[in-house]
């Protein structure tokens, strides 16, 4: 009898660890996205910036095209790289994930710049972004938002 | 035997051609990867930022506050430069600035701490002094005339270039080095961005313990 409750248990366990790792991670098609978050923007007039790691599962190349918030007037993935020490930011274009890999927005590197802001982004609330993929198309997926200096997923 | 000497000579030539050939190669390749030559900014940077004493420029703090120069000296100081419409990489260097001062606790009392806006257009002070809050009370910002700022840069040897975006916004290129200066204004050394707590720290200590 307690071996099989223990079995039991044991099974409920598996199935638990055979979901996805955390309740933040959005599929679509074979993308998934995971822990989205987004830093709180110093009032309206500067834009702010969100994460997230987007993992492709399947076999084919899918790519980034568009992204899109209603906190934001313009929203769009930038890049930010250095040369010979000198920092530039732009539009990042098309963002490939290819077949079984993954492509990580973090800060001093990919971000979701959101511009012209209609709201400010407050620390403790949360951002609703729609990114829209070639193969997988639109979702839509929900970041928390941090404090203006975070670094990471809190 | 006169054709055996030829030979002889020509594969000499030939040896002592490739010979030349190598060494100009490796000492081109060195010139360029740790001589002289190299474009890491961590070598430029220490070859020629002067000493704060000689630079001369005249900006406003956050606080509406006349300052320049001098305000450097008497206590190390770590200088930057960044802009408040950057949402990616400034505030991810504020942060790790703000990890680092909370590293050196009470230590971080003796320095100065300043970013300085290559964005003077759109950094007034007032929104300098919105940006600056959110981070380590120590962080200063310094902004100015666009000629306040062209002057300040090149005392450190900064370069900066406004780069469109769509819609009439603008992004600002801009070298992201942190500069750290002892308490007489001698260049000491540069922290680079991302560059590891474990590195950045010990760093400014070292400024800290030479005051």
Known sequence: MLRLLSQALLSIVFILSALPVSADSTRVGDLVIDSPWARASIGMSRPAAAYMTIRNEGTVSDALLAVSTPLSGMAEVHATSTKNGVMSMGPAGPVEIQGGGNVLLAPGGLHIMMMKLKKALIKGKTVEITLAFKRSGKVTVTAPIYGPGATRPE | ?211
């Not at chain 2, 390749?29 to 430029?44: A, I």
């Not at chain 2, 300085?116 to 009370?137: G, K, M, N, Q």
């Not at chain 2, 406004?162 to 204004?185: E, Q, R």
């Open chain 2, 1 to 211: 035997m006169i054709r055996h000497a030829t030979y002889v000579r020509k594969t000499g030539l030939f040896m002592l051609a490739i010979f030349v050939g190598l060494a100009a190669s490796i000492g081109i390749g060195w010139w360029q990867v740790d001589g002289p030559g190299s474009d890491r900014p961590m070598n430029k940077t220490k070859a020629v930022i002067s000493p704060i004493k000689s630079m001369s420029f005249s900006l406003t703090d956050h606080e509406g506050a006349s300052v320049g120069p001098e305000i450097l000296l008497g206590r190390p100081s770590m200088v930057f430069f960044g802009y408040t419409f950057c949402p990616d990489v400034c505030p991810t260097t504020l942060a790790d600035i703000t990890g680092w001062l909370e590293d050196l606790g009470p230590d971080a009392k003796h320095l100065n701490v300043v970013l300085i806006s290559v964005d003077p257009e759109r950094d007034t002070p007032a929104v300098l002094a919105d940006y600056v809050a959110a981070f380590h009370p120590k962080i200063r910002g310094w902004t100015g005339s666009l000629q306040d700022l062209s002057r300040a840069a090149s005392a450190f040897r900064v370069t900066y270039k406004k780069v469109p975006l769509d819609d009439k916004d603008y992004a600002m290129d801009h070298t992201s080095s942190v500069f750290l200066f002892d308490a007489s204004g001698q260049f000491r050394n540069t922290i680079d961005f991302h560059e590891n707590r474990e590195i950045a720290v010990p760093k400014i200590r070292r400024v800290l313990r030479d005051r």
